[in-house]
């Protein structure tokens, strides 16, 4: 494209459309883009930074999967870690104010991407599209140790009830990196992991049970319907009862959780299992009577 030719209004290089409409100021260069062109629509507003190098056209959708493609734009063998990495997972955290990036030497932050030195092995890395981040098993102990105590407990209950947790590999994450800051926080995850405890509530429901002597239960126990499908994992599982207990945990509230709970209640009242479900107060506060309604609910069951 000549110095000559006027660009379009909403130009930007031809490159962004694969890159979710992120590009760099090299790229605009690179495409035809004048210096002086793009002073005049940085200082207007018209293109507007979204994270380290790389900007958008101003009123673009940037959504976090676009704050962390800006990763691989800035620091090409940058590594996107902790809640970013989580969310590009699938685990359910909030979305971060800057994107944390494990770099490989001495690097300033940069415009919303926090730097980190951390060790880091090629096999604890995967990519998509343009940019890399930590793997599923190291990001689950990343964010364990080192994200706050409410993103970190959603972190452990989510992976536990779907079976993605592997207390070996935390296991592993720990011993590889015994004086890692958060591996007190990952150690009690993973005490609680291999007790099959996705909480501190369900850990006062495996207790209680305990010394309640009620045996034949299993923690974080997955239930089946005839096809062989996961419908559920118990918090504790009367299998031969086919009594489910659930404890609903202080941190886990709102409109989307309650009908999550509900519709899961109802496959397994369809499925033929009785449901109790106690609170937090409950297990703390009544603990008699709540071992007296599972003794009576047993009972019934067995009856």
């Not at 880091?120 to 981040?133: A, Q, Y």
Request: aromatic content about 4%.
């Amino acid at each position: 494209m000549g110095s000559g030719t006027r660009l379009p209004r909403d130009w930007t290089p031809p490159v962004a459309r694969g890159q979710s409409g992120l590009f760099t100021v090299a790229q605009a260069l690179e495409a035809g883009a004048t210096a002086d062109t793009v002073r005049s629509r940085r200082r207007s507003g018209r293109w507007v930074r979204v994270a380290g190098d790389a900007f958008a056209l101003a009123g673009a959708p940037v959504p976090v999967d676009a704050r962390i493609q800006a990763v691989g734009l800035t620091w090409p063998d940058g590594v996107v870690c902790l809640a970013a990495a989580a969310l590009a997972h699938g685990l359910p955290v909030r979305e971060p104010d800057d994107i944390d990036v494990i770099v490989a030497r001495r690097t300033p932050s940069r415009h919303g991407l926090r730097t980190h030195l951390l060790p880091l092995s090629e096999t604890d890395v995967t990519r998509v599209g343009l940019t890399r981040l930590t793997g599923l098993d190291r990001t689950i102990a990343d964010c364990l140790g080192r994200l706050g105590p409410e993103d970190a407990q959603g972190v452990l209950a989510w992976t536990m009830t779907r079976g993605l947790l592997d207390p070996s590999e935390l296991d592993r994450a720990i011993r590889e990196r015994p004086g890692s800051w958060g591996n007190v926080p990952r150690r009690r995850a993973l005490g609680m992991a291999r007790l099959g405890a996705a909480s501190v509530a369900e850990l006062r429901l495996h207790d209680l049970l305990r010394r309640g002597d009620l045996s034949g239960w299993m923690p974080n126990a997955p239930i089946r319907d005839v096809t062989g499908r996961t419908i559920a994992r118990a918090d504790a599982l009367f299998a031969a009862e086919r009594v489910v207990i659930e404890v609903d945990g202080r941190a886990y509230h709102g409109a989307e959780r309650f009908q999550a709970d509900r519709d899961r209640d109802n496959a397994l009242v369809a499925a033929g299992y009785l449901v109790l479900r106690f609170t937090w107060l409950d297990l703390t506060k009544h603990p008699a009577r709540t071992l007296a309604r599972i003794r009576a609910a047993l009972r019934r069951s067995r009856a």
